[in-house]
């Protein structure tokens, strides 16, 4: 049986994937992107565009911070007008947060140029046959993410 035939150890795999995706993270938060918002703040506004409003315990709950820490980063984004507040149709005892028209742009800006990014060091040495492999992969790892 040839090494190509032989089945990786799965603990082994996944050590080889957390490195692989660490190091990925790393080069790209460290890429200058203009407009940069902090890990917590491209989070809560990532989560806001694709949930929906959310109150900032719920936030805190699903970046798993406190809420003090989340209450720092929904300031922020109150401040640069990329978040609003109101009171939730439902309790209006509760603030539930919702992203800005402005807020969505940002987002977008944001995933562009981080696409971009990735698309240059793409252009630079990989084949056709790494770039079909590559958007396979894609596959397995958003579906790995969902058992995560």
Avoid at 16 to 36: N, Y
Avoid at 63 to 89: F, H, K, N
Avoid at 101 to 119: F, L, S
Wanted: charged share 30%; net charge neutral; proline share 3%.
């Amino acid at each position: 049986m040839s090494s190509a035939d032989t089945v990786p150890d799965v603990t082994e795999v996944a050590g080889a994937l957390r490195v692989a995706v660490g190091l990925m993270l790393r080069k790209l938060r460290q890429a200058p992107i203009a407009g940069e918002l902090t890990v917590a703040e491209a989070s809560a506004l990532s989560r806001l565009e694709r949930g929906g409003p959310a109150t900032s315990s719920d936030l805190a709950r699903g970046d798993r911070i406190s809420p003090q820490s989340m209450g720092v980063t929904v300031a922020t984004l109150l401040d640069r007008g990329l978040i609003e507040r109101s009171r939730d149709p439902l309790d209006g005892r509760r603030i539930v947060l919702s992203i800005t028209d402005e807020g969505r742009r940002v987002v977008n800006d944001k995933r562009g140029a981080r696409t971009d990014y990735i698309a240059a060091a793409l252009r630079d040495g990989f084949s056709d046959a790494d770039l079909r492999q590559l958007m396979d992969a894609t596959v397995l790892l958003e579906r790995l993410a969902e058992k995560l």
